[in-house]
């Protein structure tokens, strides 16, 4: 029987090889420049280019967009194995994603873990059909870190819920058409308890979106105001007042995703950037010692990192799952980042400091660097993921 | 390979908890001090050969159980927690390895046998200066009439002071081999050291000391290639101790944490100090996570095992020094009184962090590595 299953992995594999050489357009296997090189989908989606549509149709068609969720819901129904030989093989050849979406990666998980069974039906088939560009509303201009002290109403209408606040760094908000928002729905109870989760159309009346512009020059943020919006009840995922159950679910995801978790992208190594631009020693060593060990030092760190997001990932396979580590894989995933771009300005020199194209330099450097700043804030602060570590992990007392 | 134990590995791993928990607790290593620096207890040492750990990486054709050195790394870190003193690194993971990776079958015969049953107690020598290196030695053996003359001088030599045989690192012209040499030998001088671990070491002196030319153990084989395997198992085995040493030292630490009251309110409350163990947790998740896949290379004949054996050795060389320096400053003034375990944590991770090469000289060699 193992044999049998071993032969049709390995057949699956194969052919799955075969189907994206043949399908995926040379375009798009190139490595992704700007965010806008991946199809997002949407009301008013618009492909960047033919290779574009065609890589998103096929795959569409392949039921290949979603490809390990269930095929009722527009999924492809492939076991794990099948999906993970499905992202090495797409990997091997640098195939882009076909679709980039909150909705695949945040409220789809949400969704499949909290929806009744009708909401599942008829929301995540246009997930994966790139119908709806999903946004997240989450934070607000006075519940950063203290994500649980959200003030965004929800006033029972009857029939529907009235809704009146403001959102912060909602990424994408001025060109999604739903956001999935945490609001209050009971003002009495304990901050906790009172957070129900609901999906709001971004065309209702009384919505509107301001972008906020970062230290990086560009950004995809946005804040949202919310003025006397009606949301129909069954808009509602999950039980009234138990969205933070939904909240945390959706974090500990978004924290395991910005700590690097799942993520393909081949970074090129730091000490490969130094070669190309630091002066060497006769030896055809890095004459800056100082440097050379900064950067010894932290792809010392960056490695075993690496080890360890696979050490773990084989832990929780045998059951062994501690959803607190996510904390410490945002923290640490977060500060290498930041470490990385530290190190790539240092090597850089004064060319590192160009703010936009100019012949020597695409200029991006400077503004991935500023945007690297945002890392170790955005999704719960290193501090945050300390505080979680010490109570959760460590079970330090709280006064 | 999955990175992680298997099921066989973990119950030899809480079989050495058992044992060393209840025979060999940190007040055992505190009497021996106390008791004039004796180097181990011979007791623990039979209970030790009892439980196979001497047997765990030597070949089944010499009738070891060849477990591999997952195995062996799991009893050395919890050596490490407990700061059990035993001849497991000297003869074992040093001069155990070093008879294992040798070609010569008529001398592995000969010793494993007594290596196993603990009566053969095998140090290594090797290191000259105040640092490791494994370039050049001064150390040489001179060939005539089928015996090989060695003259110089080794320092830091791991139970060198109560081995039975020795392995000794020399240049035989200008390549690197090394020789089993009776520790009784004519021409041999010892002088005992202790370092600040309480631990004994020893220098050597070797003055025209005359060895069988069949003592050699790399006969075909290069000693160069012989001496980078053994390097990269001593450098993941005394990680693996210190892994367990960093552990220990913080999981004490995080529990005085929870009970020391000053102010009124139990300092582990205050958001400073959680912070700072918070971040201890964090780089010892990933000191476990290289230590473990070092342990396993060696095992599978990976070919970056060097490699994973550089990263381990300066990763736990520079986490170590921090967790039990971290674990003093965290206890406060208790933690400066010999009364407090915790400074034989710190004492031994100095002296196991600086064996075999500290956190800059692995640090050196993994950019050479890399090629910058």
């Known amino acids: 029987m193992e044999t049998k299953i071993s032969i049709s992995l390995s057949d699956f594999r194969t052919e799955t090889r075969a189907w994206l050489e043949a399908n995926c357009p040379e375009s798009m296997r190139q490595p992704v420049k700007d965010p806008f090189d991946v199809y997002w989908g949407g009301r008013n989606s618009k492909f960047k280019s033919n290779d574009q549509k065609l890589w998103f149709e096929r795959m569409l068609e392949k039921r290949w967009v979603v490809p390990y969720w269930e095929t009722k819901y527009g999924g492809g129904g492939l076991t794990s194995e099948e999906n993970n030989i499905l992202v090495q093989e797409m990997t091997r050849l640098g195939c882009r994603k076909p679709l980039y979406s909150f909705g695949i990666s945040m409220l789809g998980p949400a969704l499949l873990n909290f929806a009744s069974e009708d909401q599942k039906l008829y929301y995540l088939p246009q997930i994966v059909e790139g119908k709806i560009w999903w946004c997240q509303g989450y934070s607000e201009p006075n519940a950063g870190s203290d994500l649980a002290s959200l003030k965004t109403k929800a006033i029972d209408k009857g029939d529907h819920y009235e809704i009146t606040g403001s959102k912060v760094w909602t990424s994408y908000a001025d060109k999604s058409d739903w956001i999935f928002c945490l609001v209050r729905t009971d003002f009495k109870a304990t901050k906790h308890n009172g957070i129900s989760f609901i999906l709001i159309d971004m065309a209702s009346k009384g919505v509107s979106t301001r972008p906020i512009k970062l230290i990086s020059g560009k950004s995809p943020f946005c804040e949202t105001f919310f003025d006397g919006v009606k949301v129909p009840k069954e808009n509602l995922i999950g039980n009234l007042n138990e969205g933070w159950t939904i909240a945390k679910y959706l974090l500990t995801h978004e924290r395991q995703m910005i700590g690097g978790i799942g993520e393909t992208d081949i970074k090129k190594e730091v000490h490969s950037v130094a070669l190309e631009n630091l002066p060497l020693n006769n030896y055809g060593i890095i004459s800056d010692g100082v440097l050379r060990n900064k950067i010894a030092d932290f792809e010392m760190d960056e490695e075993i990192f690496d080890l360890t997001i696979q050490r773990v990932t084989d832990e929780a396979k045998t059951g062994n799952n501690s959803g607190a580590l996510s904390s410490f894989f945002k923290f640490y995933g977060t500060e290498l980042n930041i470490a990385r771009y530290e190190l790539l300005m240092a090597i850089g020199g004064s060319e590192a400091l160009f703010w936009g194209k100019n012949e020597k330099s695409d200029g991006d450097l400077a503004r991935k660097f500023c945007r690297s700043k945002g890392n170790s804030i955005e999704g719960g602060t290193s501090e945050i993921q300390l505080n979680i570590i010490s109570k959760l992990i460590l079970g330090l007392p709280t006064k | ?372």
């Open chain 2, 1 to 372: 390979m999955a990175l992680i134990l298997t099921e066989e590995q973990k119950m030899l791993k809480d079989s050495a908890t058992e044992l060393l928990t209840v025979k060999s607790p940190v007040i055992k290593m505190r009497e021996l001090r106390d008791s004039k620096f004796i180097p181990f207890d011979p007791k623990l040492w039979e209970e030790m050969v009892d439980m196979g750990w001497t047997a765990l990486t030597v070949p089944e054709s010499y009738n070891g159980l060849d477990f591999g050195f997952v195995g062996l790394g799991q009893i050395l870190e919890e050596t490490g927690r407990n700061l059990s003193k035993s001849p497991l690194i000297s003869s074992i993971l040093l001069g155990g390895s070093a008879l294992r990776l040798s070609d010569n079958e008529t001398l592995k015969t000969k010793l494993f046998p007594g290596v196993m049953e603990g009566i053969n107690q095998l140090a290594f020598a090797i290191q000259e200066g105040k640092h490791h290196q494994t370039k050049s030695f001064t150390t040489k053996a001179i060939l005539e009439k089928g015996n090989y003359i060695i003259n110089g001088s080794k320092t830091i030599v791991i139970d060198g002071a109560t081995a039975t045989h020795l392995i000794v690192v020399c240049m035989v012209d200008d390549k690197i081999s090394l020789f089993l040499v009776d520790a009784k030998t004519k021409g041999i001088t010892i002088s005992k050291t202790i370092l600040m671990d309480s631990g004994t070491y020893a220098d050597i002196a070797f003055k025209n000391v005359k060895v069988s030319a069949q003592n050699r153990l790399n006969i075909k084989l290069d000693g160069r290639l012989l001496l980078d395997q053994l390097m990269a198992i001593a450098y993941t085995g005394i990680s693996a101790e210190l892994l367990g040493i960093c552990k220990q030292a913080f999981d004490v630490t995080v529990q005085y944490l929870k009970e020391r009251q000053q102010f009124g309110v139990i300092i582990g409350t205050y958001q400073a100090l959680q912070h700072r163990a918070a971040i201890l947790f964090s780089e010892i998740e990933l000191c476990k996570s290289i230590v473990l896949k070092a342990l396993q290379a060696i095992d599978i004949n990976d070919s970056k095992t060097l490699k994973y054996a550089h990263l381990a050795k300066a990763k736990l060389g520079k986490t170590s020094k921090l967790v039990t320096s971290e674990a003093i400053q965290l206890h406060g003034g208790i933690g400066v009184t010999d009364d407090a375990d915790i400074g034989f944590y710190l004492k031994r991770a100095r002296v196991a962090q600086q064996l075999f090469g500290d956190y800059n000289y692995h640090l050196h060699q993994l950019a050479k590595i890399k090629g910058y």
